[in-house]
């Protein structure tokens, strides 16, 4: 079993900055990929950014690319979302995702965390 635990959401205007944090713990050795995910009100969840437990490899929505970039930190056990240039319609809830393989795709993943609202409006 693994636990994630997702940090550093909140209110930003657009064009701000939010780095999410997302801790994993418990048997960890059971997954080689986090993945970030989003979902807003009224729509369906998307991957937005994952990256690979192991050489760093990582993936961007392109929605996302070139404004968010994801980094990992193996000795902590925790993944970053580093989010630049917000806009409104980045405003979801986001959700960190641990599994055995690295992609944008929800079933790649069997642990989830509880996700950490992003909220961008003037």
């Known amino acids: 079993q693994v636990h994630l635990v997702e940090s550093g959401g909140g209110l930003v205007q657009p064009g701000g900055s939010l780095r999410l944090s997302c801790a994993a713990s418990?048997?960890?050795?059971?997954?080689?990929?986090i993945g970030w995910f989003r979902q807003a009100p009224g729509k369906e969840r998307e991957g937005v950014s994952s990256?690979?437990?192991?050489?760093?490899?990582?993936y961007y929505a392109g929605s996302v690319k070139g404004r968010f970039t994801i980094s990992r930190d193996n000795a902590k056990n925790t993944v970053y979302l580093q989010m630049n240039s917000l806009k409104p319609e980045d405003t979801a809830v986001y959700y960190c995702?641990?599994?055995?393989?690295?992609?944008?795709?929800?079933?790649?993943?069997?642990?989830w965390g509880q996700g950490t609202q992003v909220t961008v409006s003037s």
């Open positions: 995702a641990a599994g055995s393989h690295n992609g944008l795709w929800a079933f790649l993943y069997n642990y």
């Open positions: 990256i690979s437990k192991s050489d760093g490899s990582t």
């Open positions: 418990g048997f960890i050795v059971d997954y080689t990929a």
